[in-house]
């Protein structure tokens, strides 16, 4: 049998990386530790390998999944073989971590190593009529599997303050504290507004990673937190 797909840029590499790029859409996973990944990117898979429902690990944490707009549904990915994964076609990129952290909006999360912490934060000043906005930080040591739509851009925020609309953020340096501003006035909200009302602000050493395509807003008031215990727990 002959064909153009057998190409072999189309073939399984065989490098043994633990995390590496099977093409630009998809990511390849030697298991040996576990690995968390979001449900439903998983899209092959070789070998003996477990698949269970990743559960939040602390009160706080699961009370922070049921009540926000971050909630990544997990799975821990455990076993022997190689797991591949991907999300909608979308473009795959590898960070590792050295006792660092990143924050990622929770839709371009792919997978990450197990053994790293993370936790969903409220973004600063995110009220209801931002949506009530979330993102999910990583730490520690690891490898982190980001996926994007289109090519994103890496801005540095050390120079000047950095502006990004809020659906277009990927994920910036866990040092980074982003606050929600908002570019419209009244009387363009009374017209209906110009449809880039909020952006993340962003000042200070280190990076964001921006998309070039904007996730479809949550409705209304989704994920707007609260007040009283709940509004403590969801405090970043």
């Keep these: 049998m002959k064909s153009e797909l057998f190409a072999h840029d189309n073939l399984e590499i065989g490098d043994g990386q633990r995390f590496a790029l099977q093409n630009s859409h998809m990511l390849r996973v030697s298991l040996g530790p576990d690995v968390l990944a979001v449900k439903g990117g998983m899209v092959a898979f070789q070998g003996q390998i477990r698949f269970d429902h990743e559960k939040s690990g602390s009160m706080a944490k699961l009370i922070k999944k049921v009540v926000t707009s971050e909630d990544i549904p997990l799975m821990r990915v455990s076993g022997q073989g190689e797991v591949f994964f991907a999300q909608e076609a979308g473009t795959v990129h590898l960070v590792t971590l050295e006792g660092d952290g990143i924050s990622v909006n929770g839709r371009n999360l792919l997978a990450f190593d197990a053994a790293m912490e993370w936790d969903i934060n409220r973004v600063r000043g995110a009220g209801i009529m931002a949506g009530g906005l979330f993102n999910t930080t990583v730490r520690g040591s690891g490898t ?93």
């Design 144 to 236: 982190v599997a980001l996926c994007t739509v289109g090519k994103p851009v890496v801005l540095d925020c050390s120079q000047q303050p950095t502006y990004v609309d809020v659906q277009a953020a990927v994920a910036w340096s866990s040092a980074l504290t982003p606050a929600v501003v908002s570019s419209m006035n009244m009387k363009s909200m009374l017209r209906g507004g110009s449809g880039e009302a909020f952006q993340y602000s962003f000042h200070g050493p280190g990076f964001v990673v921006v998309q070039p395509y904007e996730w479809v807003a949550p409705a209304s008031g989704s994920g707007g937190g609260g007040g009283g215990l709940l509004g403590d727990l969801l405090k970043g």
